[in-house]
């Protein structure tokens, strides 16, 4: 197909307005404007909506590198305040998954959409988490992969983590930071266990607004999407949830129980990115297109 060709080429990339975009949908990039940040976000394929959100640190690029939309479906995301082409933060007292999940509810305004399957990968399956607690009835399914959180706060071990992060991204130069963090012990304890896992840390000291939102890694990590996991029963649209072992920062457990207490879960094991990275990544792209065909929703 034209579109996966010109995907991996990446020659569809735009900035601006979606007026300037090309008129297919499928090759749209563009901005919206919330709180006086400036969001990017990509608008991909047609059908039915679907926003994807990425993880802490992340951007769309994740989105992209992971999952490419079916015939049918629209791919939507955006980068979080702070991550990708999003790159300022806004006020630090207002980071948390609150602001995050207004942030999305924002992102469905723009492109004036009551409603959407929404879901995300780790920090973005958090987002998702609090956005349809929060709006029941903007949300048509949901997807909640690699979950970090649940109804408390991030591990603290791995908290730590993204808190000597922040310290080194703040009082170093990134390629200091970065061989300072790989000498950790904390991380090299990490590392031993989840190579996949530990690598992406070290993929946050390159971001070019790493010192001006190095924020977002202590605010996020002691921030939780709900206060009690009880009210995961209220949802009652369809929910797919995938996690995979092998990776202490996404404890599978956590989607277990994700998937265990709410109604109407269903729950998919990937394979671990540290045992084999292309078959996790076909893993999503197969279980994503079978839960969106079975729960798509005509708009």
Request: glycine share 8%; with cysteine; hydrophobic share 40%.
């Amino acid at each position: 197909m034209v579109f996966r060709k010109l995907r991996f080429l990446k020659v569809w990339h735009f900035s601006g307005n979606s007026s300037n975009c090309w008129k297919r949908r499928n090759k749209c990039m563009a901005y919206f404007i919330h709180e006086g940040i400036r969001f990017h976000y990509i608008d991909l394929g047609e059908g039915t909506p679907f926003v994807f959100q990425h993880g802490l640190g992340g951007s769309t690029e994740q989105i992209q590198n992971i999952f490419i939309p079916p015939a049918g479906i629209r791919l939507l995301s955006f980068d979080f305040r702070g991550h990708g082409e999003t790159n300022e933060l806004g006020p630090e007292e207002k980071l948390g998954f609150e602001t995050f999940g207004s942030d999305l509810a924002a992102f469905l305004d723009h492109l004036n959409l009551e409603k959407a399957i929404v879901g995300g990968i780790s920090m973005g399956a958090a987002v998702s988490l609090n956005f349809v607690l929060r709006y029941p009835s903007r949300t048509t399914g949901s997807v909640f992969s690699r979950p970090a959180w649940l109804d408390q706060p991030m591990n603290p071990e791995i908290r730590d983590l993204f808190r000597e992060v922040a310290r080194l991204i703040c009082e170093m130069e990134p390629q200091i930071g970065r061989y300072l963090f790989a000498t950790y012990e904390p991380y090299m304890e990490l590392a031993r266990e989840s190579p996949a896992a530990a690598q992406s840390f070290l993929g946050y000291f390159d971001y070019a607004y790493a010192k001006t939102t190095a924020a977002k890694y202590l605010a996020m990590p002691a921030d939780q999407p709900c206060l009690d996991r009880r009210l995961w029963q209220n949802i009652k649209t369809p929910v797919l949830v995938m996690a995979n072992g092998m990776d202490p920062v996404h404890p599978i457990e956590y989607g277990k129980a994700l998937a265990d207490e709410i109604l109407q879960a269903e729950f998919r094991e990937l394979t671990p990115k540290t045992i084999d990275s292309n078959r996790h990544v076909k893993d999503v792209q197969r279980y994503l297109e079978t839960f969106l065909k079975q729960y798509e929703i005509k708009q």
